[in-house]
T-cell receptor
Framework: EAGVAQSPRYKIIEKRQSVAFWCNPI?????LYWYQQILGQGPKLLIQ????????DSQLPKDRFSAERLKGVDSTLKIQPAKLEDSAVYLC?????????????FGQGTRLTVV | SQKIEQNSEALNIQEGKTATLTCNYT??????LQWYRQDPGRGPVFLLL?????KEKRKERLKVTFDTTLKQSLFHITASQPADSATYLC??????????FGSGTRLSIRP
C-alpha cells in the first residue's frame, strides 16, 4: 500500500515570496491533515479536511495561508506572502475517517526555509 | 485554554532499563490517546492508542496507561534498546477525527 506522498521535500524561498506544497493521501482515506512543525516542537494542526470539506482551520493564519482539497483526494497548502517565522516542516497526514481506525499516517514532510 | 504537556524535552537512559514518558493534558475530553514515534527528518509513525475507558494497553515492549481523572498518560518502553532512540509524541484524538499533538520527548538510549 502506497503511503502519503508529499512534494517538494525541500524548499528555500525569500520572505514575501509565495510557495505551495502538495499532498496525495493514502487511497480511500477521507480525512486529511496539514501540520506545521517548527524545530524542537510537536506538530501543530493547521487545517483538517473531511473529504473536500474543511472540518477545522482554527489555527490556520488565513491572511497568508490557504489550503484546498478540491476533489476530496489531493490537497495543496499555499503560503503567500511568506514570513521568516514560517520556516518549518509542513507535514501532511491522512486517516480513514471518523468511523474507522483513528491513527494518522504521515508523509515525510516538506522542509521550508524562508530567508 | 487547551494544553498538552510532555514531561521532559529529553530523557537519557541506559540500555536495558525501562523508559517512562509522561503526557498531561488540560481542558480536553479525548476519546482516545495516541502515541507516535518520530525519527529525524521523517514524519511521525503511529505506535498504539488507548481508549478513554481503558486503563492499560500493551504491545510487545510498549505499555501505555491512561488516567482520565488525572488527565495523564504514561508510556513505557521496557528492555530499552539504542534503536528505541527517537522523539515520542502523545496525541489526543477527539470528536470529528481531530488529532492534537504534544511537544514531544526526545529519548536517548545509551549502550
Amino acid at each position: 500500500e502506497a503511503g502519503v506522498a508529499q512534494s517538494p521535500r525541500y524548499k528555500i524561498i525569500e520572505k514575501r515570496q509565495s510557495v505551495a506544497f502538495w499532498c496525495n493521501p493514502i487511497s480511500g482515506h477521507a480525512t486529511l491533515y496539514w501540520y506545521q512543525q517548527i524545530l524542537g516542537q510537536g506538530p501543530k494542526l493547521l487545517i483538517q479536511f473531511q473529504n473536500n470539506g474543511v472540518v477545522d482551520d482554527s489555527q490556520l493564519p488565513k491572511d497568508r495561508f490557504s489550503a484546498e482539497r478540491l476533489k476530496g483526494v489531493d490537497s495543496t497548502l499555499k503560503i503567500q506572502p511568506a514570513k521568516l517565522e514560517d520556516s518549518a516542516v509542513y507535514l501532511c497526514a491522512s486517516s480513514v475517517g471518523p468511523l474507522g481506525p483513528t491513527e494518522a499516517f504521515f508523509g515525510q514532510g516538506t522542509r521550508l526555509t524562508v530567508v | 485554554s487547551q494544553k498538552i504537556e510532555q514531561n521532559s524535552e529529553a530523557l537519557n537512559i541506559q540500555e536495558g532499563k525501562t523508559a517512562t514518558l509522561t503526557c498531561n493534558y488540560t481542558n480536553y475530553s479525548p476519546a482516545y490517546l495516541q502515541w507516535y514515534r518520530q525519527d529525524p527528518g521523517r514524519g511521525p509513525v503511529f505506535l498504539l492508542l488507548i481508549r478513554e475507558n481503558e486503563k492499560e494497553k500493551r504491545k510487545e515492549r510498549l505499555k501505555v496507561t491512561f488516567d482520565t481523572t488525572l488527565k495523564q498518560s504514561l508510556f513505557h518502553i521496557t528492555a530499552s534498546q539504542p534503536a528505541d532512540s527517537a522523539t515520542y509524541l502523545c496525541a489526543l484524538y477527539s470528536s470529528a477525527s481531530k488529532i492534537i499533538f504534544g511537544s514531544g520527548t526526545r529519548l536517548s538510549i545509551r549502550p
